[in-house]
């Protein structure tokens, strides 16, 4: 099955905001850093513009940022990354999305995904209070 532009375009949104956040960086620092408008890198997040393969370099160059991840959801964001445990954290967030009914943003999503991945990598136990939390700072 062959995916929409638009389709396709939210799901490397989404995986950029979740790189942006793991980094820790604004989008106006990502925008600066790879040479784009802080508008023209808010449009990629949000889905609604491809990414210039030049961007991609940059990312790739200055953040180590593994590219194939971006753009097709394989291997891991960076190198030396548990990709199982990333895995699980946007399942585990997205069945609790889904079976309390809520809908939130892409890059919402990405920032609540790098957060517990940061947690889990710094290895303090993410609780559901913190998740609740997380859920709660992003809705609007």
Known sequence: MVRDDAELFAEIGARLAICR??????????????????????????????????????????????????????????????????????????KHLTDEGIKIKSEKRGAIVARWYQSHVEGREVTDDDVHTWIELVRE
């Open 21 to 94: 956040n793991e980094i820790g960086v604004s989008q106006a620092a990502m925008a600066d850093a790879i040479g784009v408008s802080h508008r023209a890198y808010h449009s990629y997040e949000k889905g609604k513009r491809g990414v210039p393969v030049e961007a991609l370099v940059k990312m790739q160059s200055r953040y180590d940022i593994d590219v194939a991840w971006v753009l097709l959801g394989t291997k891991s964001i960076r190198a030396g990354h548990d990709f199982e445990a990333l895995k699980h954290i946007e399942s585990s967030l997205d």
